[in-house]
């Protein structure tokens, strides 16, 4: 199975950039499709961007697109998440995730899945 740690949140003014990182262990990092997720305080937890086991595919939510940028380094064993011209409706704990290839659900699906980091906090100010 894969372990997920994520680190890089913090604070920051509203059109600044943070980079996140989601260093994974485990067996067979690079078959899996890497993933991000974020969850504000009382509202559901929403997808945010994924990047095939490839690496020469990703997909972004249209809340993020042109300003987040996912990206990994499977020699690293690492999934970055670079955020630019943050917004404060950004503000969110976000989550790593891991996917089988394989997995019949959707990209941008919760249940699609199978591992998670415990999340980073990502707050942006007014």
């Known amino acids: 199975q894969v372990q997920l740690v994520e680190s890089g949140g913090g604070l920051v003014q509203a059109g600044g950039s943070l980079r996140l990182s989601c260093a994974a262990s485990g067996r067979t990092f690079s078959t899996y499709d890497m993933g991000w997720f974020r969850q504000a305080p009382g509202k559901e937890r929403e997808f945010v961007a994924v990047v095939r086991w490839s690496g020469g595919n990703t997909y972004y939510a249209d809340s993020v697109k042109g300003r987040f940028t996912i990206s990994r380094d499977n020699a690293k064993n690492t999934v970055y998440l670079q955020m630019n011209s943050l917004k404060p409706e950004d503000t969110a704990v976000y989550y790593c995730?891991?996917?089988?290839?394989?997995?019949?659900?959707?990209?941008?699906?919760?249940?699609?899945?199978?591992?998670w980091g415990q999340g980073t906090q990502v707050t942006v100010s007014s």
């Open positions: 995730a891991s996917a089988e290839a394989s997995s019949p659900w959707g990209i941008t699906l919760k249940a699609r899945y199978t591992y």
